[in-house]
């Protein structure tokens, strides 16, 4: 049965503490190269990392996940160790003389990257505390190659201590904290110092129903000035409180971190938005029907620009978010329910909507329709933008980003895109070819229901359902 890691720290004489305390190597260096702890103890370098492969790496050996169970598996691939954390995601060691060395997830950012994830990160760290001290240094790196060899090392010693390995593996950080007296918190470099004050200024948000995580103050983004206890106090603003002393203290950051979670992060900040969004339509109406004003000034064109640069930002925000940390399945539909609720609120705005107005445009006889039609600006007929233009002005509305992302976070919008098709062609008269959005957006339908739909050998299969979904997931967990 292994020791805890208590009990290994304890046992360790000589160089440093086995708790929050840095290694004496890396106090006063605040290089990318500082060694940085993980969950079990142990120290890792970052040399040779980008800033994000750096950021990825620590936060999967400081993350609090959880084992649930480990067990053996035969494959066609040879055997594999299974360890479903709670997420649910399975990370699956294989055996090294039947496969090679080769460790996977089974999470969505690993499968659409094929690159270490979160869930390797952390359980990397917990199978390094099983080797013998000797093996383990602070000079251990975190790139690919490390992981995966001495991931596969590990797999003998996984099968001679399958049952007691959860427990182990669940052993938290804080034990270990508790073992020294003279525990001090860690020296972060500036790149990691930077991250985790990223990840705390998004926590933040989603108590802020206004700002984005990029959008607060000087007291939000200004991390140099406040290196002691005595600099975290903010008068009169408690939320600045909370984050300098949260981007400094690891122990509250963790905390704050296992109660507000990636999923209650990016739900806020898409929420926000789609509100953002619906702003932009509401601010149109106003000026169409009262006019121009020093609060408002937002015509067609301005507004069509709006939306589109919107549109980017939920798309960024969903690839960054879902490249960070797996989401909930609900969580990461829901961009493109707002990418599809934007479309069909410009359809529904195929006017001219200064028809009615009583107030004195100014506008020219030659004024092009466009700029009275949203719906002809954005779809039918938009503008013509220069090759150095960026993607997001120039882009199909809306279809492009829909097409650029995978077909089960929107196949249950299905019906709404059919729908939106037969609202477009019913705008296009019989002598005009249907729009390039209609084109796009019919090819995409085309080719989901071309795979979903593919005959098998002895009949037509049927439409997945969402409790075959749920099965075939259940079972990825395997």
Known sequence: MPTTRSQRARGRGGGHARGRGVPPAAQGN?????????????????????????????????????????????????????FQLNRPVSVRVYNPIE????VECTCEDYQNTRGICTHIYWLFDGLNALLDTSTTSATDGLGRMDIITRASTLYGVIGSQLPS??????????????DSDDAVEAVLSPVLLDARAEQVRDMLSVFDNARLPDEFGQDFTDIASYETPENFYVADNFAATIYRLATRDESVFKRLRRVITYDTCANAHFSKLRTRA?????????????????????DVPKTARILRFLIDQIYQARNLRTSNSPLRP???????????????????????????????????????????????????DPPRFAPSAPFWMKETFVIDRLRQ??????????????????????????EDHPPLAHRKLEKMIQ????????PS??????????????????????
């Open 330 to 380: 609900t969580v990461v539909m829901k961009v493109a329910e707002i990418l599809t609720e934007i479309l069909q609120e410009v359809c529904n705005r195929n006017e001219d909507v200064y028809y009615r107005i009583d107030w004195d445009r100014g506008t020219r006889d030659d004024e092009h329709e466009r700029n009275r039609n949203l719906y002809v600006y954005l779809i039918q």
């Open 405 to 430: 992302t995978p077909a089960n976070e929107w196949m249950h919008l299905i019906e709404r895109f059919t729908n939106i098709m037969d609202q477009i062609r019913e705008f296009t008269s019989d």
């Open 99 to 102: 496969r090679g060395q080769h």
């Open 457 to 478: 050998s002895s009949s037509v299969q049927r439409r997945p359902t969402l409790e075959d979904q749920r099965e075939s997931q259940r079972r990825r967990f395997e």
């Open 165 to 178: 390995l959860p427990a182990f593996l669940n052993a938290t950080h804080d034990e270990l904290a508790s």
């Open 278 to 298: 619906r702003d932009a339509f509401i601010k149109l109406d106003s000026y169409v029907e009262n006019g121009p004003s020093e609060s408002n000034n937002q």
């Open 30 to 82: 605040s290089t990318t190269t500082d060694p940085v702890q993980g969950h079990s103890g142990l120290f890792y370098s970052l040399r040779d990392m980008s800033p994000s492969s750096a950021a990825r790496a620590i936060s999967g050996i400081r993350a609090d996940f959880f084992v649930d169970r480990v067990r053996r598996h035969e494959s066609e691939h040879g055997a594999y160790f299974a």
């Open 447 to 454: 080719d989901y229901t071309a795979e979903a739909f593919e």
